[in-house]
RNA sequence: GCGGCGGUAGUCUAGCUGGUUAGGACAUGAGCUUGCCAAGCUCAUAGCGCGGGUUCGAAUCCCGCCCGUCGCACCA
């Protein structure tokens, strides 16, 4: 665990991330990833694509543009749901949705108003400033999506991206024709989206741009259960609050088969489990710092019908924070672009002819590599990143133990060697345990140390990041040893 | 967006009741050392967020902006 300074103070130093723009001042909402940090990335995106799209033959990575018209965003209900009327008073310059103000005074919901038809009913009702009774100025949209003129008229409106998921909506029909009709069928896409925060704020959590890694898988709700594993799952401990328990930093284990029995769908837990093993075994996060949090309905999404945010507990960002959601969306966004664009997204499978459903698995990946970074680093005398060793941005370092005798050369050739296969790193600069140090805060698991009993050919030093401890290793079997290491197929063992 | 607090080398910080060659620690680079965990010595690099104002003189006082942070609002 690392407080919020920590983690900013190793992103700047060691090259991890820092704000974008900031030699002008920086750039609120934007924040540029460094060497180390742009590898971490990387290396989460391979686990994660690794483990989601390991969930069935049929789930498959795609990419689309980060720049949408306005009618599939219409479809969506983002043009609508994303923009907000807000009225400013004209006394106390308090900002308040007009959409809430009028709800609360006529106990009515007003959607899809324009700017002109708020006032006036505002106007109508007699509302005034809530907080102190000022009068409220004329009403003025907001919306969460960067609007773009697209051509040389830009006349057709455009928006960057809310959400990459419209990508996969999008292209289901293609998709479907390409990966030869079959559900359940999983697009996921790993990109940027856009939103224009009020008030970006706590590092790389609100942002402006963001990466997302999102997981749509279309299935038939009829016959979903019956096509994925869920009795493996049935005892696994699910570890969740409810909706009401949402501000309290308490989780309970239920297992799966006591979820199901409260109501939720098999698929649906299921789905739960993955999500919760690549957190616990994939991330390595401690269990006690995970949980999923029920939303209800008035937290929820318009287009969500079971909505759990995955949350990590983090010091940095004062206690358990969403870093991932499991939202199942019904039919909500292909009959929406069935309407939209006046082109069938029923399919026919087997004999049955339906709209599929989508069950969305969706990740910040700049809140889950903060997570990591909070939740893996101890600062202080011997500040070290204990990072899964594959997610590190390097995977093993080489050293020579001192700069004579021949020992760089050696441990050049062996490094030049070690490249090939691994993210490897070469350094000869101070002493060895400066060296060792440096590698310890940026994560790296191994390090490998050419010394003079190498020169008698009797193997190189090979050492553990978190225990510190060596064993010899013959350089010939290092290839082998270390991947077996980085893929967590082998633990650091000091006697063998 | 509103209100409170803040912004000094890469990092952490002293200085802030105006006059300092703006100091330190760590980090970084070069060299010498170095025989396994941030050792030592020498030298070096590098800073007052931006703009304006007050003043003989501004890191220091005032204003605007930017950025950060906390609270409110917002987070479909």
Not at 139 to 164: C, I, Q, Y
Not at 437 to 464: P, S, W
Request: with cysteine; net charge negative.
């Amino acid at each position: 665990m690392a407080s919020y300074e920590d983690v900013m103070s190793l992103s700047v130093r060691r090259g991890f991330l820092w704000p974008a723009v900031d030699l002008y001042g920086g750039f609120a909402g934007f924040y540029d990833y460094g060497h180390n940090g742009t590898l971490l990335r990387r290396h989460w995106e391979e686990v994660w694509l690794e483990h989601f799209l390991g969930l069935n033959d049929n789930y498959y990575l795609i990419d689309t543009s980060t720049i949408l018209p306005e009618p599939p965003l219409k479809a969506s209900g983002h043009v609508d749901h994303f923009t907000d009327l807000l009225v400013t008073c004209t006394r106390c310059g308090e900002s308040h949705r007009a959409d809430h103000l009028l709800e609360a005074a006529t106990h009515v919901e007003h959607e899809g108003l324009s700017s002109s038809e708020v006032d006036a009913k505002i106007r109508e009702a007699g509302i005034r400033c809530p907080k102190c009774k000022g009068e409220l100025g004329a009403s003025r949209p907001f919306n969460m999506m960067f609007p773009l003129a697209v051509g040389p008229t830009g006349k057709d409106a455009a928006f960057l991206r809310p959400e990459t998921a419209q990508g996969a909506f999008l292209n289901f029909r293609r998709e479907f024709e390409a990966l030869r009709r079959r559900l359940p069928m999983g697009l996921a896409i790993v990109g940027r989206a856009y939103r224009n925060e009020i008030s970006p704020r706590q590092g790389t959590y609100r942002m402006r741009e963001f990466l997302q890694a999102e997981l749509q898988i279309f299935f038939d709700p009829v016959v979903f259960a019956d096509q994925v594993p869920t009795a493996s799952v049935a005892d696994v401990p699910v570890r969740l609050c409810w909706a009401a328990e949402k501000n309290e930093p308490t989780a309970h284990d239920l297992t799966s088969k006591e979820l199901v029995a409260r109501g939720l769908p098999t698929w649906y837990v299921y789905h739960l489990v993955q999500v919760q093993r690549f957190y616990l075994e994939v991330l390595g996060i401690p269990r006690e710092h995970f949980r999923f949090a029920e939303l209800d309905a008035k937290e929820r999404a318009f287009y969500n019908k079971i909505h759990f945010d995955v949350q990590v507990r983090q010091e940095s960002l004062g206690g358990f924070k969403e870093v991932g959601g499991v939202h199942y969306r019904t039919d909500h966004d292909l009959a929406g672009h069935e309407a939209g664009s006046r082109q069938k997204q029923a399919v026919t499978v087997a004999t049955t002819r339906l709209v599929p459903h989508v069950l969305e698995l969706s990740f910040g990946v700049d809140r889950n590599v903060w997570a990591l970074l909070d939740l893996d680093y101890t600062p202080g005398e011997r500040a070290t990143l204990h990072l899964p060793p594959r997610l590190a941005p390097i995977g093993v370092a080489v050293f020579p133990l001192v700069n004579k005798d021949g020992l760089p050369e050696r441990a050049e050739a062996l490094y030049g060697l070690l490249r090939k296969r691994f993210t490897a790193f070469f350094d000869d600069a101070g002493s060895i345990g400066k060296r060792y140090a440096r590698m310890d805060e940026i994560g790296t698991a191994f390090c490998v140390t050419v010394d003079h009993e190498t020169l008698e050919g009797k193997g190189v030093t090979l050492r553990d990041r978190d225990t510190q401890k060596q064993v010899r290793v013959p350089e010939g079997d290092l290839p082998a040893r270390l991947e077996s290491l980085l893929s967590g197929e082998a633990r650091f063992e000091p006697a063998a």
